[in-house]
């Protein structure tokens, strides 16, 4: 399966950005874990100290499945991190942390609840603000699946391995479907656009929330995307990664399982 084209598309930010900004903006911590009743102004809002408490067991169940995997607790980059609620647990198990979100809004709050060795950046949604080969990890969840556009993964997975220094891992949760092997060609081809057709119908749905949001009207939404787990594999490995591996699995907390993909920047020879 061939990597399809960037073109000018993966070069412009996400047009998913606009609503993240607005979550940043309006309630960064509902709008990263948003529980009913847990509005600013609902009957139970969060409080600091029970928003970061619910990061801690999370990162210690991603943590054992990366460490199973391998990874190098050098330096890692957090795609994502939002008002940082897994943040402040990752810079406990990682000597440097990079931690990327595109809206100021949650950048500025997790500023107030991460240790010293956490850089903060406010990002394009497309790059990583870090030198090449300078860090061993790159992890993300909840992020990849509010894209508009595959393309905008296939750029970050360029970044990643711009970024990663040989033998560095990455851990990135993203939704992944597989179209059964078996499937004749004319029938493949009626899955995919319909598939296609549908992701179009979202990001018009996410247009329309984004115009009202351009119109000072509060329109909250999340904008959500699938990938092809053939399509995720031979874009890695066609930028030098290895070892791909894909799973699911659900939180010892309960909710959604959601599907990881790892992969291993090739070693220098």
Not at 83 to 91: K, S, V, Y
Not at 161 to 180: D, S, V, Y
Not at 182 to 208: C, D, I, Q, S
Not at 222 to 243: E, H, K, N, P
């Amino acid at each position: 399966m061939k990597t399809p084209p960037t073109g000018n598309v993966a070069t412009r930010p996400p047009a998913s950005n606009r609503e993240w900004q607005a979550w940043g903006e309006k309630d960064p911590l509902f709008g990263v874990i948003p529980e009913s009743g847990r509005e600013r102004d609902g009957a139970t809002p969060w409080t600091d100290a029970d928003f970061y408490q619910t990061g801690r067991g999370d990162w210690e169940e991603f943590l054992q499945r990366w460490r199973r995997y391998g990874v190098g607790r050098e330096s890692c980059v957090e795609i994502g991190c939002g008002a940082g609620r897994l943040t402040r647990h990752i810079a406990q198990d990682f000597a440097e942390v990079h931690a990327l979100d595109v809206a100021e809004g949650m950048i500025n709050y997790a500023r107030q609840h991460v240790g010293a060795n956490v850089h903060l950046h406010v990002t394009d949604g497309i790059s990583l603000p870090v030198p090449d080969a300078s860090v061993t990890g790159v992890f993300s969840v909840i992020v990849f699946l509010h894209f508009d556009r595959i393309e905008h993964a296939s750029a970050y997975f360029r970044e990643m391995a711009r970024a990663l220094k040989p033998g560095g891992t990455i851990m990135i949760q993203m939704p992944l479907h597989q179209w059964p092997a078996n499937l004749k060609p004319a029938v493949r081809g009626l899955f995919e656009r319909a598939h296609n057709a549908y992701m179009a119908l979202r990001r018009t749905k996410g247009w329309y929330h984004r115009f009202r949001l351009s119109r000072k009207q509060w329109s909250p939404f999340m904008q959500s995307i699938t990938y092809d787990a053939a399509w995720v594999r031979d874009t890695l490995s066609s930028l030098g990664f290895q070892d791909i591996e894909m799973c699911t699995f659900q939180l010892g907390r309960g909710g959604g399982a959601y599907s990881w993909v790892f992969a291993r920047k090739a070693s220098q020879a």
